[in-house]
């Protein structure tokens, strides 16, 4: 007997995965966040971030009902439904896609890992790929644990991050947010960073088997940005207090966090940060591992076992490693972050705003017309 999916299930659950998805690498660390929306300034980051929060909202919510509505849930069958035979350009997209932020993934590990213990980078990115490979190894039960609990642990941190910064350095932080700046380049930031992260509503679409109506794709959808926006606007206004020359450091959580002279504080977030950088590259991987298991599936093979799902994280966790050693975090986010932020734009939400949501009106015509 199949049991109820729970409330938490039907509409939690897929946010709080697509949090998962985009907080991490630059965003945890606040890289990205200083790359695309401190040059706006206050006014303009916090613009910028809301914007980038509505398209996450809308664009979650109709990929969510698509899939609900087609039963697709990997990202080939839901590219299949949307532009037949045009699928194959964006897993080509999503494959190069991954590998960039497995390698900003780990790169971002590697310099946490260095920056709290002394250790060499390469030992944080090893560390985390290993656990993304345990994690993904045994299915969506195991991610979806990983969602759940993470997330608790995760607001928990940002939380005591923003208290311990106002009560730190509060007024600086208030003194920045009342002075008047230029707010140009919000829009074009906010629209970069929103559309280049918002692949993460097709990575986490393992996650909404547990949709029972089309209201819960819709309300769960919704909820999505807000959910994986407000630690960005909370650690955004703490960033303000030592803008603009935070821009330039590969770890601004690091510096803000010894700044406030709180080694408890400064131990547990880069443990957050770390278990951010998990989330993120579990759902990525995850992914790719469900879009084989569907295939697999279609040809009568049974299930994908374990031993399947943890080589194939290997294979892309081993080429991100020297991918990431390579170029490093900065110059990750900077270059690689905006060329695919134009790619998805195309193959992945114009495509749904006009073709899927055709489907989508066509579908319900069909069910209300008259017999």
Same mark, same amino acid.
């Given at each position: ?33 200083? &790359? ?27 990929t969510f009902v698509f899939a609900f509505a087609t039963g697709s849930y990997d ?68 991610? &979806? ?15 005591l991050f923003l208290v311990f910064a106002f009560t730190t350095f509060g007024d ?15 829009? $074009? ?135 990431? &050693? ?44 008259? $017999?």
């Amino acid at each position: 007997m199949t049991s109820v999916p729970s409330r938490f299930q039907r509409f939690l659950l897929p946010g709080l995965a697509f949090k998962g998805f985009v907080i991490g690498g630059g965003y945890a660390t606040g890289r990205e966040l200083a &790359e695309y929306f401190l040059p706006s300034g206050a006014q303009g980051g916090l613009l910028g971030l809301s914007l980038a929060m509505v398209v996450w909202s809308v664009v979650c919510a109709l990929t969510f009902v698509f899939a609900f509505a087609t039963g697709s849930y990997d990202y080939r069958s839901f590219f299949a439904r949307l532009v037949g035979p045009g699928w194959v350009v964006f897993e080509l997209a999503y494959v190069v896609f991954m590998v960039l932020i497995l390698a900003v993934f780990g790169a971002a590990a590697g310099a946490v890992v260095a920056a709290l213990t002394g250790w060499p980078p390469l030992a944080g990115t090893l560390a985390l790929m290993l656990a993304i490979g345990a994690v993904v190894a045994f299915g969506n039960r195991s991610v &979806e644990r990983l969602f759940g609990w993470g997330s608790v642990f995760l607001y928990a941190m940002y939380a005591l991050f923003l208290v311990f910064a106002f009560t730190t350095f509060g007024d600086r932080i208030v003194q920045s947010l009342a002075i008047p700046q230029p707010v140009d380049g919000w829009a $074009a930031g906010g629209l970069t960073y929103a559309c280049y992260n918002i692949v993460g509503a097709v990575a986490i679409l393992p996650m909404l088997r547990h949709f029972t109506r089309r209201r819960d794709a819709v309300a769960a959808g919704l909820l999505a940005g807000p959910l994986a926006i407000a630690p960005a606007i909370a650690f955004f206004a703490c960033m303000l207090a030592w803008a603009p020359g935070i821009a330039s450091e590969a770890l601004p959580s690091d510096y803000m966090l010894r700044r406030m002279q709180q080694p408890l504080l400064h131990v547990g977030f880069q443990a957050m940060i770390f278990l951010a950088l998990l989330e993120s590259g579990v759902g990525a991987v995850h992914a790719v591992n469900e879009r084989i298991a569907g295939a697999w599936r279609q040809r009568g093979r049974g299930e994908l076992s374990r031993g399947a799902r943890l080589a194939v994280a290997g294979v892309l966790l081993v080429g991100s490693i020297f991918v990431a &050693e390579r170029f490093g975090l900065v110059a990750l986010i900077a270059h690689g972050y905006r060329a695919l932020a134009w790619l998805f734009l195309f193959v992945y939400v114009l495509p749904l705003l006009t073709f899927g949501s055709w489907q989508l009106w066509r579908r319900r015509a069909a069910r209300v017309a008259p $017999a």
